[in-house]
């Protein structure tokens, strides 16, 4: 006896392309951008693109549905991410400097976790806010195929990129210098 084959919807293949489009784009900004403020500024803007094309390539068929809740979601973490995230990155360049801020901005210290600094808890919560985003999208999807997990993935994506947007215009304001000597190697 064949056991049923799990059919998956047409939107999980363009969205695994989208993902290796985004992923290709990662690496050729990583060896062509050599100034890692910039570098890392345009994978942040790019990932956040990513995010809106993933939820809309997923759930277009929920448009209408899920704008009632999207919006609202929406600019309540645009309050949320700019009271706490650029707040945070504000203080956060004010206490170390545009140099070092420049070098430092995205990465998550495990020191600076375990003294709860404003940034820190930024960074890690945009990372696995997007993280849970992912696997909510693959479980509205393919497991459940419901229009209520839609919605509510669809508010859940809506709130991620809202605290993420403030924190973006902010990158967007600081000039990255140029360092004629700056390595593109992870520090």
Known sequence: ??????????????????????????VVIKYTVRNNFA?????????????????????????????????????????????????????RLKSEGLAHYHEHFAHVHVGALKNMTWWSVVNFYSVAGALMLINLVGFSTVIARSEGFAIATSAVGAFLLGTIAPYLVHLWTIRAQHHPNSTTSDR
């Open 39 to 91: 570098r890392t500024r345009l994978g942040m803007t790019s990932f956040f693109f990513f995010i809106v094309a993933t939820l809309s390539l997923s759930f277009w068929q929920y448009t209408l549905h899920t704008l009632p809740f999207a919006g609202p979601f929406f600019a309540l973490g645009a309050l949320i991410g700019h009271f706490v995230g650029v707040r945070g990155a504000e203080e």
């Open 1 to 26: 006896m064949d056991s049923p084959a799990l059919v998956l919807p047409p939107s999980i293949t363009l969205v695994i392309a989208l993902l290796a489009i985004f992923l290709s784009y990662l």
